[in-house]
């Protein structure tokens, strides 16, 4: 099946997955969900296929980690599916109804948005998570994940495909793109008659590289240059703590901190309790000068990338700053959007953080790894946006969605 045909085949499949009800949407969800535990052995050696190929390439520790499943990840995915059943189906639904003085009837009510690509990289489970957001939320989905994962992606598609056949929802409401090479990216990023937005999700280059070339309407998401400032009235043993979450828990994800920053009042002593944490993990340390100073041969010079840099590893960048003013001005300068974070124990200064950073989210004593659909009670995310337009954060059902307006009269002309 050609590309076009494919888009063609997602778009009839969008238009009668439109006026699907709730159960049915939720009874195909839980037949996806337990065709993923009773067929986890084949997705499992699928993905070892992969994770082989991947370790020979020389893929790095945290990017194999990213691309790994597990017995556990499958019933954890799983349980997401499951999740996302029990949501409120957004379809259909009215928040809002006028009479206006002529006497006609508006209301606006939530709409699909149709054929929905997704470009995305290593982790296999962003096919399902995309999938099921989908299907809930109305939209036929095509997906194209990276060549890492090409035999994890063939195989979980064809599970939830086969779990569709016996159900009451067409089987191209879920499709994958079976070639990996970049000629087909680019010709799904330009396949406007059939594509009605375009999701790239993965490292800055993809999304970059997509919003720059796609003539499909794009959503940014996933540029995670993330920073953690740690303020000169904060609690260092949880400052500590907090940081070595947010680098270390999984740094290959766009919610890890890249770069941290330290008030000169306590930078020292924050280090020693922070280095012997990120120590465990062989955490590299690109250090300012006034770092430096402080770290001696623990840590290496940063060169100016560095402050720009979305690492996926266990490297953090290292800066000294003197105060909230600067750390602010620095966040504005260098941050990506997607989450930053304070450590403090001043209202006044956490106020002020919240306030004035741009970011669609910011934490306060808090790991900025919660920034994740999962975490925040959407059951699953298709991405993190960092852009203003139309949606901001983790993207669940609802950011899926649009609007229609229904205007009813009775003979009123204009």
């Given at each position: 099946?050609?590309?076009k045909?494919?888009g063609?085949?997602?778009?009839?499949a969008?238009r009668?997955?439109?006026?699907?009800?709730?159960?049915?949407?939720?009874?195909?969800?839980?037949?996806?969900?337990?065709?993923?535990?009773?067929?986890r052995?084949?997705?499992?050696?699928?993905?070892?296929?992969?994770?082989?190929?991947?370790?020979?390439a020389?893929?790095?520790?945290?990017?194999?980690?990213?691309?790994?499943?597990?017995?556990?990840?499958?019933?954890?995915?799983?349980?997401?599916v499951?999740?996302?059943?029990?949501?409120p189906?957004p379809?259909?639904?009215?928040?809002?109804?006028?009479?206006?003085?002529?006497?006609?009837?508006i209301?606006r009510?939530?709409?699909?948005?149709?054929?929905?690509?997704?470009?995305?990289?290593?982790?296999?489970?962003?096919?399902?998570?995309?999938?099921?957001l989908?299907?809930k939320?109305?939209?036929?989905?095509?997906l194209r994940?990276?060549s890492?994962?090409?035999?994890?992606?063939?195989a979980a598609?064809?599970?939830?495909?086969?779990?569709l056949?016996?159900?009451?929802?067409p089987?191209?409401?879920?499709?994958?793109?079976?070639?990996?090479?970049?000629?087909?990216?680019?010709?799904?990023?330009?396949?406007?008659?059939?594509?009605?937005?375009?999701?790239p999700?993965?490292?800055?280059?993809?999304?970059?590289?997509?919003?720059?070339?796609?003539?499909?309407?794009?959503?940014?998401?996933?540029?995670?240059?993330?920073?953690?400032?740690?303020?000169?009235?904060?609690?260092l043993?949880?400052g500590a703590?907090?940081?070595?979450?947010?680098?270390?828990?999984?740094?290959?994800?766009?919610?890890?901190v890249e770069?941290?920053?330290?008030?000169?009042k306590?930078?020292?002593a924050?280090l020693?309790r922070?280095?012997?944490?990120?120590?465990?993990?062989?955490?590299e340390?690109?250090?300012?000068?006034?770092?430096?100073?402080?770290?001696?041969?623990?840590g290496?010079?940063?060169?100016d990338?560095?402050?720009?840099?979305?690492?996926?590893?266990y490297i953090?960048?290292?800066?000294?700053?003197?105060?909230?003013?600067?750390?602010?001005?620095?966040?504005?300068?260098?941050?990506?959007?997607?989450?930053?974070?304070?450590?403090?124990?001043?209202?006044?200064?956490?106020?002020?953080?919240t306030?004035?950073?741009?970011?669609?989210?910011?934490?306060?004593?808090?790991?900025?790894?919660?920034?994740d659909?999962?975490?925040?009670?959407?059951?699953?995310?298709?991405?993190?946006?960092?852009?203003?337009?139309?949606?901001?954060?983790?993207?669940?059902?609802?950011?899926?969605?649009?609007w229609?307006?229904?205007?009813?009269?009775?003979g009123?002309?204009?």
């Amino acid at each position: 099946m050609t590309l076009k045909e494919q888009g063609a085949a997602a778009k009839d499949a969008a238009r009668k997955l439109a006026v699907v009800g709730t159960e049915a949407k939720n009874r195909a969800l839980e037949r996806i969900a337990g065709a993923l535990l009773d067929h986890r052995h084949a997705w499992l050696e699928a993905n070892a296929e992969d994770l082989a190929v991947a370790e020979a390439a020389g893929m790095r520790r945290s990017l194999l980690d990213r691309l790994r499943l597990t017995e556990d990840r499958i019933a954890s995915i799983a349980a997401g599916v499951r999740s996302v059943i029990a949501l409120p189906d957004p379809i259909g639904r009215t928040d809002r109804t006028e009479t206006r003085p002529n006497g006609l009837i508006i209301s606006r009510r939530r709409v699909p948005l149709g054929v929905i690509a997704m470009i995305f990289e290593a982790r296999p489970n962003v096919a399902v998570d995309a999938a099921v957001l989908c299907l809930k939320s109305g939209n036929a989905c095509i997906l194209r994940g990276g060549s890492e994962a090409f035999r994890s992606n063939i195989a979980a598609v064809r599970i939830m495909r086969e779990a569709l056949s016996g159900s009451d929802l067409p089987e191209d409401c879920i499709s994958l793109v079976q070639d990996a090479g970049r000629e087909t990216a680019r010709e799904l990023m330009h396949l406007n008659e059939y594509v009605d937005v375009l999701i790239p999700r993965g490292g800055a280059g993809l999304i970059r590289s997509v919003a720059r070339e796609a003539t499909v309407p794009v959503i940014r998401t996933g540029e995670g240059v993330c920073h953690l400032y740690i303020d000169e009235k904060a609690d260092l043993d949880m400052g500590a703590q907090i940081l070595h979450n947010a680098k270390c828990s999984r740094p290959s994800v766009c919610n890890a901190v890249e770069c941290v920053l330290i008030h000169e009042k306590i930078a020292d002593a924050f280090l020693r309790r922070a280095v012997p944490l990120l120590d465990a993990e062989h955490t590299e340390l690109r250090c300012d000068e006034n770092a430096l100073a402080l770290l001696g041969s623990r840590g290496v010079p940063a060169r100016d990338a560095d402050w720009d840099a979305e690492y996926g590893d266990y490297i953090l960048a290292v800066r000294i700053v003197s105060g909230l003013d600067e750390a602010l001005d620095f966040i504005a300068e260098h941050g990506t959007g997607h989450s930053e974070g304070i450590v403090t124990d001043s209202l006044a200064s956490a106020q002020r953080f919240t306030h004035e950073v741009d970011a669609a989210a910011v934490y306060v004593n808090a790991s900025t790894r919660f920034t994740d659909g999962g975490e925040f009670g959407f059951g699953a995310e298709i991405g993190i946006s960092t852009q203003k337009m139309h949606a901001r954060g983790p993207m669940g059902l609802e950011e899926l969605t649009s609007w229609k307006y229904i205007v009813c009269g009775c003979g009123q002309i204009r």
